[in-house]
């Protein structure tokens, strides 16, 4: 039996600046339209994504991804899960 061991995951909303993650999960808290919409802009697993600002409070955070930059609330932010890329 396989055991994930999940201490080098964090969410995208708790990750360092400018450190390169690959996304891990996405959870489905947000619902399934919100999942798609996700899979749309590019945040599937195995993604490389970097978090390139956090707003004065952490409540809107900037990231690039597949070239392109984004923007996320922290709601979003908490339910992608990603791994530090060494």
């Known amino acids: ?3 994930d061991v999940k ?9 360092n600046l400018n ?3 690959k996304v891990v999960k996405v959870h489905e808290n947000l619902g ?3 999942l798609r919409r996700l899979g749309d802009l590019g945040i599937v697993e195995g993604t490389e ?4 600002k956090k707003s004065f409070l952490g409540k809107t955070l900037l990231v690039s ?3 392109y930059t984004l923007s996320f609330r922290d709601n979003i ?4 899960e990603v791994k530090k890329v060494i």
């Open 32 to 34: 399934i339209n919100m």
């Open 77 to 80: 932010a908490k339910i992608i």
């Open 7 to 15: 201490e080098n995951y964090t969410s995208l909303k708790s990750a």
């Open 1 to 3: 039996m396989k055991c």
């Open 49 to 52: 994504i970097s978090v390139l």
């Open 65 to 67: 991804l597949n070239g």
């Open 19 to 21: 450190t390169k993650f």
